[in-house]
């Protein structure tokens, strides 16, 4: 998910959690639930930087451990000198237990947001290269941003006009929304996977084409938490389609949209077995090829069907002479490539 999302989670864990710590306390929280997405650096370098560093390295159980001491030891760095000025009222108690236990917490949120997105995400990084993906929620889910938004920034307004009243506030600033926001965020979440697990369950019900199915994955829409595009897998045929929103009509499969899969050539077969392929089909979780004739040999594209819509979706591609040999092998932004 996008940073923001992240950063506004991690502030309303401090808040609702640990309301009686310091500024400094919470800034290491938000550090804690917001590093990991340092990867999107990747970007700078390239493509092929890009797919093998996001959601990897940073985004893994190592990752997140690393993530935590980063966090932990910027909130030890920061520490106020002896002498230096205080404001009114006893310190708030901050021991190393207590930091550890927050930055583990938001750091672990991160990674549990993500790996409920459809980017995938490699947990067990460096040990096994498997993505996980639960596709509950969008990159960007504009419903989750709100709900956080509200909880953490309205509070405040109210503190304001009480200020102004001279109203003396019982409970810590801000712990209330924020524990509310995070409530309905659960109750959101909840929403979300049983509406998932209904569309998955109406995609695999179906056969497509004539054929039945192998795999199947159903995609959150970017707007509406009842709207689910799915990706279906058969023998011979990669098929899209949209699922009505719940309860407005009966799902068509005879309206998906289908490709068929390339057959097995010796073009394709050497295209597969390059470093560029390789890399691309372990992140890659509905890869479609295409093979077509160049004037020089031959052209084999991979994409991935549930990344192919986003702004930054990859591509291998890879160039062939006449007798099957690879000239050429890359990984390429998807938008970039202009199939025949």
Known sequence: MDPATHAL?????????????????????????????????TLLFGPSAYLSGRLTIAHSVVGTVLVIAVAA????????KNGSPQKAGPPPVESFSSILLATSFAAAVHLLMDSAASGGVALLW?????????????????????????????????RLVSSEIGTKQKSPCGRNGAMVSLALLLIYAGGRAALHASAVTQFDAHSYRGESTR????????????????VVETASQICTADLPAAGTGHFDSESATCVHKPEESVALNAAQKTQSAQEFLQAA????ASVDATADGFEVVLRDVVQNETLHALAARILLDRSGRVARQS???????MLR
Request: proline fraction near 10%.
């Open 331 to 337: 990984i390429v932004w998807a938008r970039h490539i």
């Open 285 to 288: 979780r509905f890869p479609k």
């Open 9 to 41: 989670t991690s502030f309303a864990l401090a808040r609702g959690f640990f309301p009686h710590h310091s500024w400094r306390f919470a800034a290491s929280v938000v550090l804690a639930g917001t590093l990991a997405d340092i990867d999107l650096l």
């Open 73 to 80: 030891a910027f909130f030890l760095s920061t520490k106020p």
């Open 126 to 158: 460096p040990f096994r290269p498997t993505r996980f993906a639960w596709d509950l929620f969008p990159e960007i889910d504009p419903w989750i941003l709100a709900l956080l938004f509200v909880g953490i920034f309205l509070p405040e307004l109210f």
């Open 215 to 230: 795999r199947v994955a159903a995609l959150p829409d970017s707007l509406s938490p009842i709207i689910w595009h799915g």
